[in-house]
């Protein structure tokens, strides 16, 4: 039996409550790759690796080989280039614009004008490597069993568990949990941390809350409270605090609601041989756990460890169908063979077909009027196909 090795994927965004913040920051900033190269031991060790939670980007470097990011880097590869980003991020979006038509034409062309964010990346990119960003994601996508996500999987057979919960429940849920870290003392953590490290930057007015800790969910909702006069009667101070609380609870609950989306659209949207299985499990209810979600998971896992395929689907998006590049689809009407899901469903909608669906059926109402069968025969003879 394979041992299991459980760890964390979570880089920055929560705190667990009675670590201590400033572990977290070291954690925060130790390289993604020493922490990748940590799985892929553990992957050789015949370890079944498990990991839980997580922010998006760090997932999605765990699980796909990706050479250079689209402009979304990791959090701790931002960390390394951030700052001569920000250098030229303060150059604003037109101008750099022009820099990048002249170095990436084709990367210039489908960034806009004013998101100097993704600009700059690009070109960063281009003076650290020497290479167009445009190039190197081309590149990128044409690796064998790339995909639409970017490089190929790092991992064989990696599977994906959604804890899916109904709002409601997920909202009580995390209201209890910034609770019960308030309870474990997350405001003496933040006013310790703000007058260690914050306090001095907001003198000088640098204070970011968009880097680095300082993005961490608590930071920017506390600043009223954490900033405030001493010279405020403790009534205003209290309600600074409730303010603070009410704005976390909010942030959380969003969080929350873009985790989800991130789910939606980067794993089921998106269907792709470089795309792992999602399968859903329903967490509203946790008193049954082990009927409704552990033994489940268990069944899954097996299966997928014996190469075989567990008796659960995994999930799509609603109404979306597994696209398949390379179905086959024939066209009676057309007498055309088209060649993919997408391409068929254009198809279905365009002149030519319908022109041919048109004919087709007037030509049937005709048969069905007359014993005239020679006219529809001709008909049909003279359907060409349609390129
Ligand atoms: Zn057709």
Redesign the pocket.
């Known amino acids: 039996m394979r041992r299991i090795l459980i760890a964390e994927g979570d880089a920055v965004r929560r705190w667990g409550g009675s670590q201590c913040l400033e572990e977290r920051c070291r954690r925060h900033l130790r390289h993604s790759r020493t922490r990748n190269k940590e799985w892929q031991d553990m992957h050789h060790r015949q370890k079944l690796p498990i990991i839980v939670g997580g922010t998006n980007y760090y997932i999605e470097s765990i699980l796909w080989n990706v050479l250079i990011n689209s402009g979304q880097g990791s959090e701790s590869e931002k960390g390394v280039a951030s700052e001569s980003k920000t250098e030229l991020e303060k150059l604003g979006g037109p101008e750099l614009h022009r820099w990048l038509k002249e170095v990436d034409p084709d990367m210039a062309a489908i960034l806009h004008p004013h998101d100097a964010r993704k600009i700059a990346r690009s070109l960063q990119v281009f003076m650290d490597t020497g290479v167009p960003h445009s190039c190197l994601l081309e590149e990128q996508r044409g690796q064998d069993g790339g995909g639409c996500l970017g490089g190929p999987l790092r991992f064989q057979n990696p599977c994906i568990f959604w804890l899916h919960c109904k709002t409601n429940a997920l909202d009580e849920r995390l209201d209890k949990r910034v609770d019960q870290m308030l309870s474990l003392g997350l405001i003496d953590e933040l006013k310790d941390f703000h007058q260690r490290f914050n306090e001095k930057k907001i003198k000088e007015n640098s204070q970011d809350y968009q880097h680095g800790i300082f993005q961490s969910i608590g930071f920017k909702e506390f600043h009223e409270y954490l900033t405030a006069s001493e010279n405020i009667s403790q009534e205003e101070r209290d309600k600074l605090k409730i303010k603070g609380i009410e704005s976390l609870k909010q942030v959380t609950r969003r969080y929350a609601r873009k985790q989800n989306k991130w789910v939606r659209n980067r794993f089921l949207k998106r269907p792709a041989s470089n795309v792992p299985p999602v399968y859903c499990l329903d967490v509203t209810d946790v008193t049954n756990w082990e009927t409704t979600v552990l033994t489940p998971a268990l069944e899954i896992l097996d299966c997928i460890q014996k190469g075989e395929q567990p008796s659960v689907q995994p999930i799509r998006a609603d109404g979306l169908d597994p696209r398949n590049k390379r179905s086959h689809h024939m066209?009676d009407?057309?007498d055309?063979v088209i060649i993919g899901d997408l391409e068929w469903t254009a198809?279905?909608k365009s002149k030519?077909?319908l022109y041919?669906?048109r004919k087709r059926r007037k030509a049937e109402q005709a048969s069905d009027q007359g014993p005239n069968t020679t006219e529809h025969k001709n008909v049909s003879d003279r359907q060409v196909p349609?390129l």
């Open positions: 066209c009407h057309c055309k198809h279905q030519n077909h041919q669906v349609v």
